[in-house]
């Protein structure tokens, strides 16, 4: 208690004295997300009980933070975060090497966010951002295909990456990112508040030397990333990816170039958007090659003047699996910096099974999958929206029982392809401008893909409040 007391003395200190000293302008704020999770046979589909067991917990995320303004070329943010979490069984925590189970994660509490924006100095029309950001909301690169959390080991609690930024501004509506990030398995780079809990490091282990296990890998990249808007009803983007994985122990040290481009056309009503990225690069063992490929295309269409203002969208996904014909080459798609909820939640989970090889004991590996996609959102009254999807999905190539985990070798057919059927339903309200809610609930039916699966059920809810 007195190390954080002094943690949060040290940081009210340090933003309070450059805010009176230097800022023309701050704004504080704070957040508090209280969150419920259900899962049933999310991780095994049910076959692998005594590993995975059912959960059901509760998260509670708390941020402050101050956004210091002190001339219109200057400013920095600052923001600190923690999210203990408490589990009502089945599932216990496993620490200290699986010697000790609890049931409270009583969590860090970290520096989320610390960065200065430096615009245009000396009117040279490049912005820069330095330090450790999020690239979410109007930061965000395209829908987040590739490049959206630099910090999945820990859920949604942060989303960081440690980055040296430069926006090149060419023109009205055209501008071309610069980006350099390094995202080690746990943080290095800034002092953090660690729970006693220890783990030796090894697969699967939440803390790493009392420090949260934030990526599967050491992982550095850069990209450069275009942003047109060619016309008012067409944006094109295009991009380059470099990526390296190191020092994990599953993991053989690997490069990845990804190149890939986003379009929206959008008029009136109807929008059409998709993304395609080829990926080529190498293993640092003997020069096994990459060779991955991914996209997807949506379609939609907005109902304006219908009651409930509804908006459809179908669409398709595509990202290649590992054909495991030979050993010189691996076709399987890499997600790189965005192992998040894309087109649903309850399947990054169950993705970690067949994936852990590559990527760790980190959810969000999305790759060797095919789906169709079908979403209705609707407005049934103010400041509420509900969305209702249908998937049905398929794996790109049948996986082989060698690269399986043996905990988890009844959970797979090795000769099916079709992973599924999946629904989700979720719902999102406004109470005032300070809380909102939001439910969602997710229902997975196994196919021929999977051997002796269960059906599983993914619920959330949540509620947030913001100063």
Avoid: C
Wanted: proline share 4%; aromatic share 16%.
């Amino acid at each position: 208690m007195k190390q954080l007391f002094r943690f949060l003395l040290f940081f009210g200190f340090f933003i309070s004295f450059f805010s009176v000293s230097f800022a023309t302008e701050n704004e504080p704020g704070a957040s508090v997300r209280l969150r419920q999770e259900i899962w049933d046979n999310v991780v095994s589909l049910g076959t692998a009980r005594d590993a995975q067991p059912d959960r059901n917990f509760f998260r509670l995320r708390i941020q402050l933070w101050d956004n210091v303004k002190f001339n219109d070329n200057l400013s920095a943010y600052a923001r600190i975060a923690t999210e203990p979490k408490y589990y009502d069984g089945p599932y216990e925590l496993p620490l200290d090497n699986r010697t000790n189970f609890k049931n409270l994660d009583q969590d860090e509490v970290l520096i989320d966010n610390l960065y200065i924006d430096i615009k245009k100095p000396f009117d040279i029309p490049i912005n820069f951002r330095i330090g450790r950001q999020d690239f979410l909301g109007k930061d965000m690169y395209g829908e987040g295909f590739l490049i959206l959390d630099g910090t999945p080991g820990d859920g949604s609690r942060t989303f960081y990456f440690n980055a040296l930024k430069a926006t090149v501004l060419i023109a009205e509506g055209q501008s071309v990112d610069i980006v350099y990030v390094s995202d080690p398995k746990t943080d290095q780079y800034l002092s953090s508040l660690h729970p006693a809990y220890y783990d030796s490091g090894t697969a699967g282990r939440t803390y790493i030397e009392h420090k949260k296990r934030l990526t599967a890998s050491n992982e550095r990249g850069f990209w450069v990333y275009g942003r047109n808007k060619i016309f008012e009803w067409l944006n094109i983007e295009p991009y380059y990816i470099y990526k390296k994985e190191e020092e994990y122990i599953e993991i053989d040290e690997k490069y990845i170039n990804t190149f890939g481009i986003r379009t929206v056309f959008k008029v009136n009503d109807f929008t059409l958007r998709g993304e395609i990225a080829r990926q080529i690069g190498k293993y640092d063992d003997g020069g096994k090659k990459i060779r991955g490929v991914g996209g997807y295309a949506f379609a939609g269409y907005g109902f304006k003047n219908s009651p409930l203002t509804p908006n459809v969208e179908v669409g398709y996904v595509y990202l290649s699996g590992d054909k495991t014909v030979s050993n010189d080459k691996d076709e399987g798609f890499n997600p790189l910096f965005s192992r998040a909820p894309q087109w649903n939640e309850l399947l990054i989970y169950t993705l970690i099974p067949e994936t852990s090889g590559k990527g760790g004991p980190i959810p969000g590996y999305w790759t060797n999958m095919k789906a169709l996609v079908a979403n209705l959102k609707i407005y049934p009254f103010k400041n509420a929206d509900i969305k209702l999807s249908y998937q049905h999905l398929w794996a790109d190539e049948q996986i082989q029982s060698s690269s399986i985990n043996s905990t988890y070798q009844n959970m797979f057919s090795y000769n099916g392809k079709n992973r599924g059927d999946l629904w989700a339903v979720i719902g999102n309200y406004k109470f005032n401008k300070n809380l909102d809610g939001m439910l969602q609930i997710e229902y997975f039916e196994p196919g021929d893909f999977y051997k002796d699966a269960k059906n599983a059920t993914f619920i959330r809810w949540q509620l947030q409040y913001k100063l």
